[in-house]
């Protein structure tokens, strides 16, 4: 089906339910009730999962393919942004133009750079991508200020010219990104008993966009051009006297990556037409590292796990406070349930990054196969137990 | 008869050592040389010079009339020269089949192709080749496995189908047989006879085991301490006495 | 431009070009003895800092006592602290010692340093050195987060100043020293202190390895870790050491650069990234590469902050050593002093 085996399409369909269902199983505690806070069926959080979905499995393209190791891929999501931000300022509150200009752009911005960088391999290479990020973002936050808006980043305005349905210009309030009139933030809400189900403009938008673009991945996956990625991979030298120039094949998915992470982007200022500087640093880079390598480097739907589930856990870890774990541990005794809140406290709340930093250490440690690595290699070593 | 490759007066020098001197070599079209000599002779060093891997001070290396000197690594496989490696140079991390298509696309498609959205399973004929290939190895029932989990045989007989299935006009086979059994060696042997009579293959074959060199050479060259000593069909060979002052007496 | 104009730019440079040259050093010797990326390094120049403002703190702990014979302003009696050190060993000491505690942040810096570093070497590194680079980066990453983030639960997010001993508050005019009108070149004493034990250390770590049976050892394993491991020798242990003072190198930079900037939880980041880039431009595995390569980015940074730089290339001095970083690693991938062969690809 589709041109895909039947593995693949089974997966390419697991995702689509997933994707498609997610309004109604994220949410499922009833409105009002204890454990409602552990709900993810917003849109603004689903969006995200979405959206670093994409950015991840652009990046994998790369990383889990390749092996190049990129520290400054969260250049490519800014600039995505920005050309984003700039498309609904100029051209119109429609958000298709902005999601395809900032897919481009992030692709010559990213042929640019992959160009230079990947001259160099290893952790030269790393190092370089690192560098080209920082300049990026100390750029955008201080020369470029006409074009980034600087610290305080750039949004759409009353007054934005929008030649093509900038008629009503400089009255009422700021439009919103719509596609074809249809607002990004529209929702339908549906109660069914208890439950609050919401469906969302722009979530169903990026849920489009992430089933083609995950297809896209898996066919580059299955593809002779994936192969000769995943060979460069295992032995870059001996390509060459293969007859093959990996240079060219690294730079493509280099730019498609990019290409990946500017539509991560565009997608972004579709949901809120709002571009920062600090989208561009490196830790924002570390962190789709983080997103590949804990759902799986190199496995198809790894990436698409790790995003939805370090967005998820960023959420409810910020939202537990002390007030929270106090009720948590009411059941224990009172000295205990003092102690447990003591412990548990630094890696809660503002402590959410504590955690993440953890989680990176104990997947790259124990688990560098990641959750869909450890996974099937569970399953092989029970199958194989079976069969003997 | 035709020249196939042209080696006129390579020198390589590390250091202090000077690994060639003035090497020439004549390779006949649809021949197998053999190039033979003690070790640290400057075999492998000179292969090398013939794949880009390393550049000569001076000299020309010809080949069918184009200098491959300063050319790199796959332009020279593109011309049409592919190399087995001494120690098996393979993709670990992919199957046996993977580790043959690759070749086999790279001597279709050249240098670069963006194929990136045609599943790999529908190059039935890149596919078909990389099994018929194997098949002629002995090799049809270890095609899914990965290749770093295979005996050092195995990869060796590997490392021959990634460079056969390329269909070379020019093949050098950097000690094929070393590390095989017996009975691989003698099927490696029948192989290549094969492949060279039917296809009119031109190798060149570095080895050290004489009952593989004499099975298979036309014509055998004997490198010693960097310079060409001997050249001559094998029969001649054997009774030559500067070869044998250079294996019994110059064996360091 | 006048000479005075370009003698301050150096100087200013060399402040910054210390804290780059001690962190690349550090950084070199455990890439160079165990082939190790570490991208925890800066958070061990950070902590090196926190111990400044530890030291600062412990030093500061005080009794409270009431003041009978004064009052506020809502008629209470004045509370009056009295820090311990002061009871201890009298007021004068005890405020001299408050006032240096800088400086003797370096006496819990070091044992603090070693053991933060033989830890870390043993617990997690030594698992590592097996693994590719890009493992390498990405535990270390990890664990840079977490180093940062329990200081930031314990120390807040926010800037904590460690000033510098009062004597050495101020400027003093360095341009008359060297025949400049009075004036002309002033410069603060603290940044010529941290220059100065810059220079100290990193003569002391050369001096270590170039003088000691010890080091004579790590400088033979960082040529050809196999063959030394060849001789007998028990090379695990001595790199253990190794990290642990590159640890410490880090951890002393770091402790008295607090007076020049204040430090915040995310101190070490802003580092690491340059001080990487001082690595490779100075040449992977060159420790004098390394220390170069930090001075000589520290001034070109300087020079390129220069009003009449920035206004003849905006934004110049924000991308400067960046720029200088992607120029030699293309140009030579080996750096200023790396050995022909290390690392290039």
Known sequence: ?388 | MTVALEVKGVNKRFGGLQALNDVNLLVDEGRIHAIIGPNGAGKSTLLNCFVGKLKPDSGTVLFNGQNLIGRLPHQINQAGVSRVFQTPEIFSDLTVLENVMIPALAHRDGIFELNALRPLRRETDIRTKAVDVLEDLGMEDKLDMTAASMSRGDKRRLEMAMGLVQEPKLLLLDEPTAGMSRADTNNTIDVLKHIGDSRGITMIIIEHDMHVVFSLADKISVLAQGTVIAEDIPQNIKGNPKVQEAYLGGAH | MELSALLLQVLNGLDKGSAYALIALGLTLIFGTLGVVNFAHGALFMIGAFCSVTVQRLLSLSTVTLDETKTDFLGRPLEVKTPYVESWFGESVGQAMIDWSVPLAILLAIPVMLLIGFVMERGLIKHFYKRPHSDQILVTFGLAIVLQEIIKAYFGANQIPAPAPSMFIGSFDFGQLVGFDPGVLMYPYWRIVYFLFAMLVIAAVFAFLQFTTFGMVVRAGMADRETVGLLGINIDKRFTIMFGIAAAVAGLAGVMYTPINSPSYTFGMDFLVISFVVVVVGGMGSLGGAVLAGFVLGILESFASMREVIEFIPGINQVVIYLAAVLILLARPRGLLGRKGVMES
Request: charged share 10%; net charge positive; hydrophobic share 55%.
């Open chain 1, 1 to 388: 089906m589709l041109g895909l085996n039947r593995n693949d399409f089974l997966m390419l369909l697991f995702v689509f339910v997933l994707v498609a269902a997610a309004p109604i199983f994220l949410n499922p505690f009833p409105e009002g009730s204890t454990f409602a806070q552990f709900n993810a069926g917003y849109p603004d959080l689903m969006q995200r999962f979405l959206i670093f979905g994409i950015f991840a499995i652009g990046f994998n393209i790369l990383f889990g393919l390749t092996g190049y190791l990129s520290f400054g891929h969260a250049a490519f999501l800014g600039a995505g942004s920005y050309a984003g931000v700039w498309m609904l300022k100029l051209l119109t509150i429609n958000v298709i133009p902005a999601i395809v200009v900032s897919t481009i752009v992030a692709g010559v911005f990213s042929l640019m750079i992959g160009y230079i960088s990947l001259r160099r391999s290893g952790i030269y290479f790393s190092i370089l991508t690192l560098a080209f990020a920082q300049m990026s973002f100390a750029l955008a936050a201080s020369v470029l200020t006409p074009i980034t808006g600087g610290e305080t980043g750039l949004q759409t305005t009353l007054s934005d010219p929008r030649i093509l349905d900038g008629a009503a210009a400089g009255t009422g309030n700021i439009p919103a990104p719509s596609l074809f009139g249809l607002e990004m933030g529209h929702s339908w809400k549906v109660a069914v008993g208890d439950w609050l189900w919401t469906f969302n403009v722009g979530y169903y938008l990026c849920a489009f966009v992430l089933m083609i673009v995950f297809y896209i991945s898996i066919r580059i996956f299955r593809s002779p051009f994936g192969m000769m990625l995943k060979a460069i991979k295992s032995n870059n030298e001996r390509l060459s006297y293969t007859g093959i120039s990996p240079r060219p094949y690294t730079l493509a998915a280099f730019v498609i990556s990019g290409m990946y992470a500017g539509l991560a982007g565009g997608l972004m200022v579709s949901m809120d037409p709002l571009a920062g500087a600090e989208r561009m640093q490196w830790t924002a880079s570390g962190e789709v590292v983080l997103m590949t390598i804990l759902g799986g480097v190199g496995t198809v739907v790894g990436p698409v796990l790790g995003a939805g589930i370090i967005k998820y856990f960023e959420n409810i870890f910020s939202k537990i406070n002390d007030g929270l774990l106090e009720q948590w541990f009411a059941f224990m005794p009172d000295g205990l349930a003092d102690f447990m809140v003591t412990i548990v406290h630094p890696f809660v709340g503002k402590g959410w990054h504590l955690s993440l930093g953890l989680m990176f250490m104990l997947v790259v440690i124990f688990l560098p196969g990641g959750l869909v690595g450890g996974v099937t290699g569970l399953f092989r070593r029970l199958f194989r137990r079976r069969s003997h």
